[in-house]
């Protein structure tokens, strides 16, 4: 099957933080007065983020009532009292920023690569409601015919849901699409179970070598039959 649909992962993928999130995090909490050390940071973040529900409020990970969630039992484990709302805030305002995130060399060189070739694209992400201006600031949003993100459509990777959603969007069926990401959970067994080809970018050739793994995305623009 020609693949002409591309569906590609953010974070990780297209994008990356100028600072790692636990730099970001620790800072921004130093600024507040919240004495925590990085590696502190770096390991409660992990485990808090996996005891926060999936949904709260009826809302999914990465929207604001999520985060909200999660800053509150973070500062909780830290012994704040700071308000989860003002620490979302601030946190927020960091990420929103453009300036805040550098696009990777070989997706601005694989985007026109593709585009050449005239595939169709799409970004697929677990993100906050941000992330099509964040794109749009980093200048490649024109590259793409939808932006489907966890935060606004209410499904999160590795669910079907946010798939079939692209999908949708894009009025094309699963045997016409690939997808691109850098985790093996989310990213590439989620888009198998969608029906959809899968890639998995591993930029630092730690994952097992196989048909399906790339180690740049310059890699791509030649994967797109099979």
């Known amino acids: 099957m020609n693949h002409q649909i591309v569906l590609l992962d953010a974070g990780g993928t297209l994008i990356t933080e100028r600072q ?28 808090v983020h996996e005891q926060t529900p999936a949904i709260v409020d009826g ?3 990465y929207t604001d009532a999520w985060f909200r969630e999660f800053i509150a039992r973070l500062l ?4 704040s009292a700071l308000d989860a709302e003002m620490v979302r805030a601030r946190l ?19 985007l026109e690569q593709l585009t050449a070739q005239g595939a169709r694209l799409a970004v697929v992400s677990n993100w906050s409601n941000h992330l ?10 024109r590259y793409f ?13 590795p669910e079907r849901g946010i798939f079939e959603h692209a999908l949708s969007v894009l009025d094309a069926p699963a045997d016409a699409a ?14 198998r179970r969608a029906g ?3 890639l998995l970018l591993d930029r630092s050739a730690q994952q097992a070598r196989g048909p399906e793994v790339i180690h740049s995305l310059d890699e791509l623009s030649t994967r797109l039959d099979g």
């Not at 730099?23 to 973040?45: C, F, M, P, Q, S």
């Not at 099509?132 to 949003?141: C, E, F, N, R, T």
């Not at 015919?145 to 990777?157: L, Q």
């Open 20 to 47: 790692t999130r636990d730099e970001i995090y620790t800072r921004v909490l130093g600024e507040l007065g919240v004495d925590v050390t990085l590696e502190h940071i770096a390991a409660l973040r992990l485990t």
């Open 59 to 61: 809302e999914v990970r």
């Open 145 to 157: 015919e939808a932006v489907v993100v966890s935060a606004i459509v209410g499904h999160t990777k």
């Open 92 to 110: 927020a305002e960091h990420f929103t920023r453009p300036e805040n995130f550098v696009v990777y060399a070989d997706a601005l060189e694989a």
């Open 76 to 79: 909780a484990e830290l012994g």
């Open 132 to 141: 099509p201006g964040l794109l749009d600031g980093l200048g490649i949003s």
């Open 178 to 191: 690939l997808h691109v990401g850098d985790h093996p959970v989310n990213d590439l067994a989620a888009a």
């Open 196 to 198: 959809i080809a899968g």
